[in-house]
């Protein structure tokens, strides 16, 4: 029987990224995960879609690592281990040009971050191209960390450096930042890195286990993702802005008049990791950050109430807003 494009396709360049055991070669319907006893499995699932989430004209290597690490972002903030993942491409030309180092990229992905290739699905389309991915992660029983457990009194953590994605894209596009870094090319090629090739904080994921009591990823903008997890655990929290870890690239927009503050706390694509450290836990955890290679900032404290984080300026006034996040609709 002669082999189907699609085939010959997953054959080239996904088959031999597939060497897990459980990947079963890429000739089933499915995959097996065996996970050791005692152990639970963390699912995550991200799609990013040409014109939303990637310029139509970004290079193929970018998206794949792309597709690949905002998911491993997700698990670094449960606290998770990666095990594996599934992919589905829905593509409008396949072509050698495109696919080679796209498969190339996330091969490399894939075994630097020990997150193998398990399945997936090829699909055409006339439309913008999309790449989705669902992650495995390990963990042990009952040690993943949820949104809805911080406290009044936790700290507020924050990994990195927020606002760089925004900025990139902004200069991708020609915006305001591009402009104000016409002389520093430097600083316009590694905000657009940022937003191009994230870089997930797995290396972080054992200390958000060992003491964070709530986390999530920074994907849609810290002040919007932040109310999330404040609604999600029925809290408040009050943040200082001017603690809010900037890049010298985003401070240098900043202060060029390329950006306001309040655009950088609701900035998407930053992937960084957002969570709630109770008091006497916060000097082991950046202890912990510290030997993992990680950079983390305390932000804020968590406190009683139902209302909406309030972020405050040096001088201790609430800064406004208009608004918090990145929405798809």
């Given at each position: 029987?002669?082999?189907?494009?699609?085939d010959e396709?997953?054959?080239?360049?996904?088959?031999?990224?597939?060497?897990?055991?459980?990947?079963?070669?890429?000739?089933d319907?499915?995959?097996?995960?065996?996970?050791?006893?005692?152990?639970?499995?963390?699912?995550?699932?991200d799609?990013?879609?040409?014109?939303?989430?990637?310029?139509?004209?970004?290079?193929p290597?970018?998206?794949?690592?792309?597709?690949?690490?905002?998911?491993?972002?997700?698990?670094?903030?449960?606290?998770?281990?990666?095990a594996?993942?599934?992919?589905?491409?829905?593509?409008?030309?396949?072509?050698?040009?495109?696919?080679?180092?796209f498969?190339?990229?996330?091969?490399?992905?894939?075994?630097?971050?020990?997150c193998p290739?398990?399945?997936?699905?090829?699909?055409?389309?006339?439309?913008?191209?999309?790449?989705?991915?669902?992650?495995?992660?390990?963990?042990?029983?009952?040690?993943?960390v949820r949104?809805?457990?911080?406290?009044?009194?936790d700290?507020?953590?924050?990994?990195?450096?927020?606002?760089?994605?925004?900025?990139?894209?902004?200069?991708?596009?020609g915006?305001?930042?591009?402009?104000?870094?016409?002389?520093?090319?430097?600083?316009?090629?590694?905000?657009?890195?940022?937003?191009?090739?994230?870089m997930?904080?797995?290396?972080l994921?054992?200390?958000?286990?060992?003491h964070?009591s709530?986390?999530?990823?920074?994907?849609?903008?810290?002040a919007?993702?932040?109310?999330?997890?404040?609604?999600?655990?029925?809290?408040?929290?009050?943040?200082?802005?001017?603690?809010v870890?900037?890049?010298p690239?985003?401070?240098?927009?900043?202060d060029r008049?390329?950006?306001?503050?309040?655009?950088?706390?609701?900035?998407?694509?930053?992937?960084?990791?957002?969570?709630?450290?109770?008091?006497n836990?916060?000097?082991?955890?950046?202890?912990?950050?510290?030997?993992?290679?990680v950079?983390?900032t305390?932000?804020?404290?968590?406190?009683e109430?139902?209302?909406?984080?309030?972020?405050?300026?040096?001088?201790?006034?609430p800064?406004?807003?208009?608004?918090?996040?990145?929405s798809?609709?």
């Amino acid at each position: 029987m002669t082999a189907s494009a699609e085939d010959e396709l997953i054959a080239r360049y996904f088959k031999p990224l597939a060497t897990a055991p459980g990947a079963l070669a890429l000739v089933d319907d499915a995959a097996l995960l065996a996970l050791p006893a005692g152990d639970e499995l963390v699912v995550t699932t991200d799609a990013i879609v040409e014109g939303v989430h990637y310029l139509p004209d970004d290079p193929p290597d970018s998206i794949a690592r792309k597709a690949l690490r905002v998911n491993l972002s997700d698990l670094a903030a449960k606290g998770a281990d990666p095990a594996g993942f599934v992919l589905t491409m829905a593509l409008r030309a396949p072509t050698d040009v495109w696919l080679a180092p796209f498969a190339r990229a996330l091969g490399e992905d894939a075994a630097a971050f020990s997150c193998p290739l398990l399945g997936g699905d090829t699909v055409a389309t006339p439309g913008p191209m999309m790449v989705s991915i669902t992650a495995f992660g390990r963990i042990a029983a009952g040690t993943m960390v949820r949104r809805d457990r911080a406290r009044a009194g936790d700290r507020v953590f924050v990994s990195g450096a927020i606002g760089d994605a925004a900025l990139g894209l902004d200069v991708l596009k020609g915006g305001r930042a591009h402009e104000v870094l016409a002389d520093a090319p430097q600083a316009r090629a590694e905000l657009i890195a940022r937003y191009r090739v994230p870089m997930p904080r797995n290396a972080l994921a054992g200390a958000v286990r060992a003491h964070a009591s709530a986390g999530m990823d920074v994907s849609d903008g810290l002040a919007g993702d932040l109310a999330k997890l404040c609604a999600a655990s029925g809290v408040s929290a009050r943040i200082e802005v001017d603690k809010v870890p900037l890049s010298p690239a985003a401070r240098t927009v900043r202060d060029r008049g390329g950006c306001a503050l309040p655009a950088l706390l609701a900035g998407g694509d930053d992937y960084e990791i957002l969570c709630t450290v109770p008091a006497n836990r916060g000097a082991a955890f950046r202890a912990d950050a510290a030997a993992a290679g990680v950079p983390v900032t305390e932000i804020g404290v968590i406190v009683e109430g139902a209302g909406a984080p309030e972020f405050r300026g040096a001088d201790g006034a609430p800064l406004v807003l208009k608004s918090l996040s990145y929405s798809h609709f």
